[in-house]
């Protein structure tokens, strides 16, 4: 396969963020994906969401597995760390990489067939440990690379382009990491740019285990009338449960109830507008019946659907160092004949 890098050369003009770079510093290669895929939209939101958050590029790991969209990031961030996994193990790698040194950013991409297929197991270990990553499932209810046949994700009813039905019921990747313990939990759309961006903002500083499951049309084998992974049909039953305005320190407005302010990891503030009253994000049984509820009723909610702040992480968790293992010499890392004596006693 031939890759095609784009040029180096910017236009001296171009707006840098806080920390020096344009937005074009944290793109990748030119994509190979077919023209109009949902995926390089994501591509899109990612290079935005972190010039925008003055992400350094040589701060952040990116992962993934296989499929189409594990191809992705080499379409974003060039300039940061990078491996393309086994099929359906990117968490366990990405999981290993974040023990080893825990000051770099980590950016899972996988998709429904690598996450919620094969790699279903991985994705259950990596959400209960709560491991401090963004977690980005770009979800087309296809395999793609295989030439669409049902994903596990696919609605019960769903039309395939061959005009057969789907008969099994579908994998809710969303469901299942609020109910693992992810403390950061959001649904996205490909297709809207002006509420996916914020939302990876979010992810991104969140500092726990966050995920976000976006639904990305395949125009190749899923973008056709009868199928819920549409454009058209996604567009038409998109239920928006609230809006992040900016992630930001500002003041929220007095008296306002549907405001919610949300303290990130980074000391940053999420401020979360409610376009559902009856939805709470910090509630987790209740936002999870919430969206049950309107996924019952044909709708599919998008937005926030629910964040921790209080939750520890895998990190706390095992109460790790604070300086990357990777950076520990011999002398911490072997405490000495005399320790590993008095361990051994211990287990007698």
Request: charged residues 20%; proline residues 4%.
């Amino acid at each position: 396969m031939t890759y095609i890098a784009k040029p180096t050369l910017h236009h001296p003009t171009l707006r840098r963020n806080a920390v020096g770079y344009t937005r074009r510093d944290y793109e990748g290669r030119i994509s190979t994906l077919c023209a109009g895929c949902g995926h390089d939209s994501i591509s899109a939101a990612i290079i935005q969401a972190c010039w925008e958050a003055d992400i350094q590029p040589h701060r952040v790991a990116k992962m993934s597995g296989i499929g189409c969209s594990s191809k992705t990031p080499d379409y974003f961030l060039s300039a940061s760390h990078g491996l393309n996994s086994v099929h359906g193990r990117m968490p366990s790698v990405l999981t290993g990489a974040s023990l080893a040194n825990r000051e770099l950013f980590y950016l899972g991409v996988s998709g429904d067939g690598d996450s919620a297929s094969i790699g279903i197991g991985q994705f259950v270990h990596a959400m209960r440990r709560r491991v401090p990553m963004l977690y980005v499932v770009e979800n087309n209810g296809v395999y793609g690379l295989t030439k669409g046949q049902f994903s596990p994700t696919a609605d019960l009813g769903s039309q395939s382009k061959k005009g057969v039905s789907n008969i099994d019921s579908a994998v809710d990747l969303v469901s299942m990491a609020l109910l693992l313990g992810a403390t950061y939990v959001a649904r996205g759309f490909s297709g809207d740019k002006t509420q996916l961006v914020p939302l990876i903002k979010g992810a991104l500083q969140h500092g726990g285990a966050a995920f976000i499951d976006v639904i990305s049309p395949c125009v190749a084998f899923n973008n056709h009338a009868g199928s819920t992974r549409s454009y058209d049909h996604v567009r038409e039953h998109n239920a928006a449960l609230n809006r992040i305005d900016f992630i930001d320190l500002a003041t929220a407005p007095e008296g306002s109830s549907d405001v919610m302010d949300v303290p990130q990891a980074d000391g940053s503030l999420l401020r979360l507008r409610k376009l559902r009253e009856e939805h709470d994000v910090s509630d987790r049984d209740a936002a999870l019946a919430s969206i049950q509820r309107l996924q019952a009723a044909g709708e599919l909610p998008t937005g926030l659907i629910h964040v921790n702040t209080q939750a520890r992480n895998l990190h706390q968790q095992l109460e790790l160092s604070k300086t990357p293992l990777n950076q520990l010499d011999e002398t911490a890392l072997c405490p000495g004949a005399a320790a590993l004596q008095t361990i051994n006693q211990r287990l007698r």
